[in-house]
Nanobody, 122 residues
Framework: QVQLVESGGGLVQAGGSLRLSCAAS????????MVWYRQAPGKQREFVAR???????NYAESVKGRFTISRDTAKNTVHLQMSRLKPEDTAVYYC????????????????WGQGTQVAVSS
């Protein structure tokens, strides 16, 4: 019904930058909140950033001031600009979105992408 595809991951040195993107497609009626989570090896998935349809943003304390989330509503995309990266930012980054579909227009469901790997070397 709804597919989310992340891109932009890779290997970068500490202090560097990366820009992740996530494009949503499929039977989309409306997209509400879009989020980024990450999961490091051996750890639980953790919240990174959130942006509502109205543009309100929230960040995890660990990335505040270094990461910026943005969205292009017309293109059903969300981005995560990551700066001053640290080795502890190494993880698989997942995009998520709360979406109502053309089959279910009233109650949004949370959809996830497959993830994109980010590795930060020291």
């Amino acid at each position: 019904q709804v597919q989310l595809v992340e891109s932009g991951g890779g290997l970068v040195q500490a202090g560097g930058s990366l820009r992740l993107s996530c494009a949503a497609s499929g039977s989309i009626f409306s997209i509400f909140t879009m989020v980024w989570y990450r999961q490091a090896p051996g750890k639980q998935r953790e919240f990174v950033a959130r942006i509502t349809r109205e543009g309100t943003v929230n960040y995890a304390e660990s990335v505040k001031g270094r990461f910026t989330i943005s969205r292009d509503t017309a293109k059903n995309t969300v981005h995560l600009q990551m700066s001053r990266l640290k080795p502890e930012d190494t993880a698989v980054y997942y995009c998520g979105a709360d979406v109502t579909t053309t089959h279910q227009t009233s109650v949004p469901g949370r959809y996830w992408g497959q993830g994109t790997q980010v590795a930060v070397s020291s």
